[in-house]
Nanobody
Framework: QVQLVESGGGSVQAGGSLRLSCAAT????????MGWFRQAPEKEREFVAA????????IYADSVKGRFTISSDIAKNTVYLQMNNLKPEDTAVYLC??????????????????WGQGTQVTVSS
């Protein structure tokens, strides 16, 4: 079982930046890819970005392309989400998740086997 802990959330004004971190423990052979999702109040969990631990591939939701960057540091067992040019509609709890493979279905939360508790991101206009 992989344990995930997110950090780096906060409150910023529109146009600002934040970098989220997701530290993984107990990774061993049970985690191949990592994803970021977000969930706003009364909305479904939404895919943001994913990458394998190798960092050689990425996928992004259309709503964040060109603004967000996912990266991984396998030596630190940490995945990052750099968020630039933030907009009020980016306000949500951001969660990282672990999957056992690299697959197109990484855009679905059902593909993931472990989840962090989430970190709040609030963007004001």
């Amino acid at each position: 079982q992989v344990q995930l802990v997110e950090s780096g959330g906060g409150s910023v004004q529109a146009g600002g930046s934040l970098r989220l971190s997701c530290a993984a423990t107990g990774r061993a052979f049970s985690s191949y890819s990592m994803g970021w999702f977000r969930q706003a109040p009364e909305k479904e969990r939404e895919f943001v970005a994913a990458t394998p631990w190798s960092g050689d591939r990425t996928i992004y939701a259309d709503s964040v392309k060109g603004r967000f960057t996912i990266s991984s540091d396998i030596a630190k067992n940490t995945v990052y989400l750099q968020m630039n040019n933030l907009k009020p509609e980016d306000t949500a709890v951001y969660l990282c998740a672990s999957a056992i493979a690299w697959t197109p279905s990484l855009v679905s939360p059902r593909t993931y086997t472990s989840w962090g508790q989430g970190t709040q991101v609030t963007v004001s206009s």
